[in-house]
């Protein structure tokens, strides 16, 4: 009996759960068994903040007198495994916190499971601790990511009196944003689709809204941002290019509070309180943490910025986020929450275009320590919903869906400085998508998709060197084609201050972008699953695959010039084997009436290839009261079709970010922070006429060619051969804490962005040929009282 796809994608999942369940079990078992078996025992436990009981991420855990230690995870979770049987200090320290120190015995063959409530320092004194952050640096390779907390987002003089996400991204190494309104993020030459952007372990389709400098996460429910900008290892995949892995924090668990926002863009209001409160003899807890954000911009920007283009009748960004969290925590330090947001967006330019867009989901996330092996269980299940419509005059309206459920179950075990994660990933999204090209053509797609995937990484640390090779297997039940995708990075240890670092592996996706990589301004951020729909040939050759593909090779090294003062500099090739385009030139229907027609003129898509190669240069000082950080970046990218090769619009040759923040006063009341940008032109395609376009569908019958008029078509050169001008912008910032209660306190933001109001160039209308620039000098002022 024939199986249905289905039911063969059903029987493929749970063989490969079951293989990975009885792998994981008997290693558990091995594990427990060889621990009992050895003079060696286990400390393990979770680190919390004694005040909010927010675990405590990246923070240093060792041994005193000894080799032994660890650092903190995402979950505040640490484990010093293959320790010696014997009495130990046990020493916690970091940045803002006093020392927790205590004295433990560690058993033969057994776990010593704690908790540790570190203590924040009531005056912070102007002393930088590295200890943590250069450890770090030692025992992972760390080749293209970068990691964001709140604290880094703050540091950044803030677009409308509040920080964001969005805001901090383009200061990251490998990244080019393209513009203040409608703007993306495109990381070290992938594209915004090839970046996979995921929320607690769900997948987030659109993070950015129209404006361009709003993520949709507020920044106060973030713990922490990892960036991965390429080269990242087994664990992340059905992405290109780039991965961005977000993680929010859970609510207080000691008390009931919040915090509410006001500011000449957006308004907000936060609550947070434990429903089951964390004391240090207590079990388990519960905590809840809900977050609502309105942007009003539309309406004050008629009274605060009339000066703006479209000003008098409001600047077009107006959006909604909501987002709540519900958190137990155990005792043990396991933990599950469940998770649900709503994002809505609206851009509407007069005579131009009319965009909205809106997103909704929800899931639970969990981690699992067992008793007393050496083991840790993570899982996730998402369900997410977007939608987006664009409207245009003269042109029909365009539309795209996506929605679907995401799930990933990941095993961790810790064998002293060595670590082996393995795991399993199921994807599964519909698209729908409606649009027409320039020509008229109707492009459409309604497509279910299921992916499925199975990974194993180990990194060890051996002398100066550490290896952390990887293996993912990922299969696309809808394609039926199967992936086999090897990973690797690199570290050597070359002296205390000096590592050089490398890392690559081979990559690929289904999911293509609604639109086409040559549009120089595009509000329409829309998804298609990969089609079969695509010319039979590439260059003379058969195409194999409907997948995207692409190989990374990134090389680097790190210099501790001094302790408050690091160089990071990396260079990288991405090469873009298969890519899947939309078909701007397709002039007919594919059926059989056209069948002696060129595909590259009846197909819905087109293949291309490229690659993107660049440099990448950071440097960063943090000591007492200063911190700077220095960017600059050199990109190359390149896309070739069948007939043309061309650079896409984001070929940003130079970006340069420089970031500079000081705090003043006795108790660092005050902070200053400056951030300079420039980025040389982007490319564009120029125009070179104009014609008279008539409607010749349907073969031109019925068409009164000589007395019926047209519309205005026009005559464009070669693709992105013209360059827009040099982009450059100084921000600056000033903001004021102030301590009016133990449980209170009163935030202030000033903020000039774009303080000597260069004319940075949006786009230039083909037709009226007016220009429309970037955002002028804008003041803002916010205000956050917290509670």
């Not at 003899?281 to 809840?288: H, I, L, P, R």
């Not at 309406?299 to 107006?318: A, H, W």
């Not at 365009?398 to 670590?419: A, E, P, Q, W």
């Not at 933001?749 to 007016?770: A, K």
């Amino acid at each position: 009996m024939k199986l249905s796809p289905w039911r063969l994608l059903l029987r493929l999942l749970t063989g490969m759960l079951q293989r990975l369940f009885l792998w994981a079990a008997l290693w558990t078992a091995f594990s427990w068994q060889a621990a009992a078996q050895t003079n060696f025992g286990t400390v393990r436990g979770v680190v919390y903040n004694q005040k909010s009981g927010e675990p405590l991420i990246f923070l240093n855990i060792v041994l005193e007198g000894t080799k032994y230690g660890a650092s903190t995870d995402i979950n505040g979770f640490f484990t010093i495994s293959r320790v010696p049987a014997g009495t130990y200090t046990l020493k916690a320290s970091s940045l803002g916190y006093e020392t927790f120190t205590e004295k433990i015995t560690v058993e033969a063959g057994k776990t010593l499971n704690k908790k540790i409530y570190m203590v924040p320092k009531a005056v912070e004194i102007d002393v930088f601790d590295v200890t943590a952050e250069k450890e770090n640096r030692k025992q992972e390779v760390n080749t293209g990511v970068s990691k964001v907390t709140p604290e880094d987002i703050r540091r950044l003089p803030s677009l409308g009196g509040e920080p964001d996400l969005a805001q901090y991204l383009q200061v990251l190494p490998g990244v080019v944003f393209t513009g203040d309104q409608g703007g993306q993020l495109y990381i070290r030459g992938g594209t915004p689709v090839q970046n996979k952007v995921i929320l607690d372990g769900m997948i987030i389709y659109n993070p950015f809204h129209s404006i361009g400098l709003y993520s949709v996460f507020d920044t106060e429910i973030i713990r922490n941002a990892d960036v991965y900008s390429g080269g990242y290892n087994a664990q992340y995949g059905s992405r290109i290019s780039s991965v961005m892995d977000i993680t929010t924090r859970d609510g207080n668990q000691k008390r009931h509070g919040g915090r509410f926002s006001v500011n000449t863009f957006t308004a907000k209001l936060q609550l947070e309180g434990p429903l089951r409160r964390m004391r240090e003899d207590s079990k388990a807890s519960a905590s809840y943490l809900i977050s609502g954000r309105s942007c009003y911009l539309p309406y004050s920007s008629k009274v605060l910025y009339p000066y703006t283009e479209n000003g008098r009748d409001g600047v077009p960004f107006g959006f909604n986020d909501l987002y709540g969290k519900f958190s137990i925590n155990a005792g043990n330090g396991s933990r599950v929450g469940l998770f649900g947001f709503a994002f809505t967006d609206q851009a509407s330019f007069q005579n131009v275009t009319d965009v909205r867009w809106g997103q909704f989901g929800g899931g639970t996330n969990f981690s699992l320590i067992p008793g007393s092996a050496n083991v840790k269980i993570d899982g996730n299940f998402g369900y997410s919903y977007y939608k987006i419509t664009m409207e245009e005059p003269l042109v029909k309206p365009r539309s795209s869906t996506v929605n679907g459920f995401n799930f990933g179950l990941n095993f961790s075990n810790y064998f002293s400085r060595d670590k082996l994660t393995y795991g399993l990933e199921a994807i599964g999204f519909s698209t729908i998508f409606d649009f027409y090209n320039s020509a008229g053509r109707r492009i459409d797609q309604t497509e279910n998709t299921t992916e499925m995937a199975a990974y194993v990484r180990y990194r060890m640390n051996r002398g100066i060197f550490v290896v952390d090779p990887g293996f993912r297997l990922h299969y696309y039940a809808s394609l039926g084609e199967v992936s086999p995708e090897p990973r690797l990075a690199v570290k050597c240890n070359v002296s205390e201050r000096f590592r050089l670092k490398a890392s690559g592996g081979m990559y690929a996706q289904n999911l293509i972008a609604a639109n086409s990589d040559r549009d120089v301004v595009n509000f329409f951020y829309g998804f298609l699953s990969g089609s079969d729909n695509l010319p039979e040939e590439f260059r003379g050759r058969p195409v194999h695959t409907r997948l995207q593909k692409a190989q990374h090779a990134i090389f680097g090294f790190e210099v501790d010039i001094l302790d408050e003062l690091t160089l990071n500099a990396e260079g990288y090739y991405k090469n873009f084997s298969a890519l899947t385009n939309l078909n701007r030139d397709k002039l007919f229907e594919d059926n059989a009436a056209n069948a002696d027609k060129p595909d590259e003129l009846k197909k819905d898509y087109i293949r291309e290839v490229g690659y993107s190669a660049g440099f990448d240069f950071n440097l960063k000082y943090e000591k007492d009261r200063l911190y700077l950080w220095t960017v600059y970046s050199l990109l190359y990218t390149n896309r070739q079709d069948n007939y043309r090769s061309y650079v896409p619009v984001f070929d940003r040759r130079h970006n340069i970010n420089v970031v500079a923040s000081y705090r003043l006063g006795k108790k660092k009341e005050w902070e200053l922070n400056a951030r300079w940008n420039f980025g040389s032109g982007f490319p564009f395609t120029q125009t070179q006429g104009f014609f008279e376009k008539l409607p010749f569908q349907d073969g031109g019958i019925g068409l009164d060619y000589v007395s019926q008029n047209g519309e205005l078509g026009l005559l464009l050169g070669p693709i992105n051969q013209g360059r827009l001008p040099t982009y450059h912008r100084l921000d600056l910032g000033a903001r004021w804490l102030k301590q009016l209660k133990e449980n209170l306190r009163l935030e202030v933001n000033l903020t000039l962005t774009n303080t000597y109001d260069r004319r940075n160039i949006f786009y230039i209308n083909r037709v009226t040929f007016q220009r429309v620039n970037q955002l002028p000098i804008i003041p803002s002022l916010g205000m956050s009282l917290a509670f």
